[in-house]
């Protein structure tokens, strides 16, 4: 199997690089090395066994994308995990956020579309597609928000609305993949993924709120909750996302064309303070996070209805969020000097 990896050296790509070498598929590899922590993570690829062949390549540039997929008619999988990540980044720059989000999944389409067109197309979309989700209501249940009428989390039913710069991009995105099914015959599958956490993620405040967390309490860093910490999220251990694409590759037939919700769902949930009172308990440091006022446009509760994946690719997480933030612990741990060095932390 020949597979094509945009964003190869982020978080989530690293660990679907090393998955598909693992399995002796031939990873072709591309980014553009302008997130924090991606000279790191490739680096760390480069030491993996298997055939991985990297290049330096920006989604945004349609002349080198097509350039490089032109050397590569036979590739059989496509996964695209490039793009500007973060809501407030978004909003401070959103000609960086359109252009890296809309603008390059197009260009993405594109090369498929002349080169490898019979190649599965696995898009990584985001739950903030469905807004601010004003008609769900919300109440609060054990300290701790929860949805009063959807008890299994939203599903890919419920309309999609746009919110902030960062939702308008991917959403797009989202709706360009899924057209490109219906009107060229790609076999695109949209995932629109929860809040992704694992080893490898150099997070920082504003995205990776797990890892950030787990960094800071481990160098000492100072954690501040905004709100009141009851806010409600369903997570997912990278390596249970990598065996969905995996999955979808396998079932692809089935996948083809389809939107599904990649969450932890209904049963791998967390709030800020479930997060603190773990991390207290697992690492005996005392955390006290600084307070601070809500973030506009903050949602109380976002939980992904997960049924349809489920159901139609018979997958489901594995991983419980006590141990994927036990394994996260013992990760950041063991790389100190490394978060220090990509973060520009000095020793505590």
């Known amino acids: 199997m020949k597979v094509a990896i945009s964003g190869a050296s982020g978080f989530i790509g690293a660990h679907t690089v090393a998955a598909f070498l693992a399995r002796g598929a031939t990873v072709i590899g591309f980014d553009n090395l ?5 000279v790191d993570n490739l680096a760390w690829l480069g030491t993996l066994k298997g055939d991985f062949r990297f290049h330096h390549t920006d989604i945004r540039n349609e002349a080198d994308l097509r350039q490089m997929f032109g050397k590569y008619h036979d590739i059989d ?10 809501v407030t980044t978004s909003v401070s720059n959103p000609r960086l956020d359109f252009e890296s989000n809309a603008l390059g999944t197009f260009n993405m389409l594109e090369a498929v579309r002349h080169h490898c067109p019979s190649a599965a197309f696995l898009f990584a979309s985001t739950n903030k597609v469905y807004g601010g989700l004003e008609g769900a209501h919300v109440i609060e ?26 939702g308008c991009s991917k959403g797009s995105a989202d709706q360009y993949v899924r057209d490109y099914h219906r009107i060229y015959g790609l076999k695109t599958v949209v995932f629109r993924q929860s809040c992704i956490y694992g080893t490898r993620q150099f997070g920082v405040e504003d995205q990776g709120w797990i890892a950030w967390f787990t960094i800071a309490t481990v160098l000492g860093l100072p954690i501040t909750i905004y709100g009141d910490g009851k806010q409600v999220r369903d997570v997912l251990w990278v390596d249970d996302l990598v065996a969905l694409y995996i999955r979808a590759i396998e079932k692809i037939d089935r996948a083809a064309g389809q939107i599904y919700n990649a969450g932890g769902g209904s049963v791998n949930t967390l709030s800020l303070i479930d997060l603190v009172n773990t991390l207290t308990k697992l690492s ?11 973030r506009p446009g903050d949602q109380r509760v976002f939980i992904a209805n997960i049924d349809k994946v489920r159901q139609e690719l018979g ?8 141990e994927g933030i036990a394994k996260l612990l013992e990760w950041t741990m063991a790389n100190k000097e490394l978060l220090r060095h990509v973060l520009q932390v000095k020793n505590a």
């Open 34 to 38: 302008s997130r924090r922590g991606c």
């Open 77 to 86: 999988v496509v996964i695209h995990l490039a793009g500007q990540v973060a």
């Open 141 to 166: 249940r054990e300290g701790r928000y929860a949805y009063r009428d959807h008890p299994d989390g939203i599903n890919e039913e419920t309309p999609i609305d746009f919110h902030s710069p960062y």
């Open 284 to 294: 005996a440091k005392p955390i006290t996070p600084a307070p601070a006022p809500w």
């Open 315 to 322: 997958w489901q997480p594995k991983v419980a969020p006590q």
